[in-house]
């Protein structure tokens, strides 16, 4: 396993919830590091992405002013603190490494991926 991802569970509508994710073997200081979500039946879909240095972040429409992206290279995890929750945020989540140091929306920019964390919403 590249990355891991944890920290999801089942909360209520307009709960938060805080994803974590870790490279056990690597480090991916230099690298852009991105969160997707993929809900049952639907396409894997970009979420948020944080630079090399935690100096530029990007998100999904969807999720603006509701999530945050960040780093801690010491610990060497990336975090997604969601709040507001919707059930429409109910979905896996996976997050990757880039192949470079600034992120993008497409998948195909990332290199390592981690197993995912489910995320529930409940109504």
């Known amino acids: 396993v590249q990355l891991q991802a944890s920290g999801g569970g089942l909360v209520q509508a307009g709960g938060s919830l805080r994803l974590s994710c870790v490279a056990p073997?690597?480090?991916?200081?230099?690298?852009?590091v991105g969160w997707f979500r993929q809900a049952p039946e639907k396409e894997r879909d970009f979420v948020a992405t944080?630079?090399?240095?935690?100096?530029?972040?990007s998100y999904a429409d969807s999720v603006k002013g509701r999530f945050t992206i960040s780093r801690d290279h010491a610990k060497n995890t990336v975090y997604l603190q969601m709040n507001s929750l919707a059930p429409d945020d109910t979905a896996v989540y996976y997050c990757?490494?880039?192949?470079?140091?600034?992120?993008?929306?497409?998948?195909?920019?990332?290199?390592?991926w981690g197993q995912g964390t489910q995320v529930t919403v409940s109504s």
């Open positions: 990757a490494q880039a192949r470079g140091s600034i992120g993008s929306a497409s998948s195909s920019d990332y290199r390592y």
């Open positions: 073997r690597r480090t991916f200081s230099n690298n852009a």
């Open positions: 944080i630079s090399w240095n935690g100096g530029r972040t």
